[in-house]
């Protein structure tokens, strides 16, 4: 019997500063998400004008689709991926 191939669907994860550098956005991929229709978690944070984020302004849940389609709609809108992405620490850990 074939047994069903299980992998997990990237998803779009890191940090995106806003052209004007007023905005960071970070996508996080919800653990608790099922790995064939995983979910993100999308932060958008107020930042400084060196693209560091200082204040949450909200938080929001968006399916598989959705978060692929904003991250391509941000990047084509001129929001750059963070070099030095903040919670690398953290997932390191």
Known sequence: M???VRE???????????PAKDFCLL???DPKSA???PTVFT???YCTEQGIPTKLKNTR?????????????????????VEHQFNACV???
């Open 35 to 37: 790995m064939a229709f």
């Open 2 to 4: 074939n047994e069903p």
């Open 27 to 29: 996508f996080i991929r």
């Open 91 to 93: 997932d390191a850990a």
């Open 61 to 81: 849940r968006l399916d598989y689709q959705s978060s692929y389609e904003t991250w391509n709609e941000l990047i084509s809108n001129g929001w750059k991926l």
């Open 43 to 45: 932060q958008l944070w």
């Open 8 to 18: 997990m669907k990237t998803t779009p994860s890191g940090w995106l500063v806003a």
